[in-house]
């Protein structure tokens, strides 16, 4: 059964994709959550508080939804690409995990602040969290690559002898996740597909509604066939 934090956070991110964050009202929030608005300042302290509440939701769905992927019965690799095609459709599906992911946070998203030094621990432990911080895009991609990186080794395959090597590969596919994230792909027209059976196969759809290609997804199968090597071992 949800809670009232979560239904004023689902209040929150519901307002968000209807209004930008600042003419977001609390009151406003605390209405459409069925809440008063005292529960809403009891919960979050500010309004600031509550755009890191949100924030850090955001990363936890996140990452939340990588282990789903990871979990489904698919040879190992199959499930790193999946992990990548997600992570681009999720990331275009909701503009705060894609600021998170990127750092870009336009007028319209609720860009979380830092706590105030100083400021009042807050006595709701999960506010506390929030207002620890959220992570930064090299950490919040770097987790992901850990887990996915874990899961590849403990899948067996061989991988289990080579974790550096499988945390090098995850590393490669999820930062091509995330330059796919940066850099849609192109959406051809209604209309615009060639004629000739050649080009329609170019311009084919992927096999679903994931956004990346199956050329992108070849890309990520051969990189477990490659040993990649980089004189860069963290995210940027």
Sequence with gaps: MPTARDALLDAALTAVALLPWSAV????????????RQTLYNEFG???????????????????????????????????????EWTVAEAGARPLLRALLTGCWGERLPAPRPARAGARASAVPAQRRADAG??????????????????????????????????????????????YVVAP??????????????????????ESWRPITPTITSVIETIFKVDTMSPRKTMP
């Design 25 to 36: 009202r609390m009151v406003d929030v605390a209405s459409a959550a069925g809440v008063s």
């Design 46 to 84: 500010s309004k600031e508080g509550l755009a890191r509440a949100l924030a850090r939701r955001e990363a936890d769905v996140y990452l939340r939804g990588v282990e789903r992927v990871l979990a489904r019965p698919a040879p190992p690799e199959r499930n790193v690409a999946a992990v990548a």
């Design 134 to 179: 959220v992570p930064s895009p090299t950490d919040l991609l770097g987790q992901a690559r850990d887990r996915v990186a874990t899961a590849l080794v403990a899948g067996g395959g061989g991988w289990g002898e080579n974790a550096e090597r499988a945390l090098r590969c995850c590393e490669v596919v999820m930062r091509l996740a995330l330059s």
């Design 185 to 206: 792909g192109t959406t051809v027209a209604a209309g615009a597909v060639p004629a000739n059976a050649a080009a329609r196969d170019q311009w084919a759809e992927p």
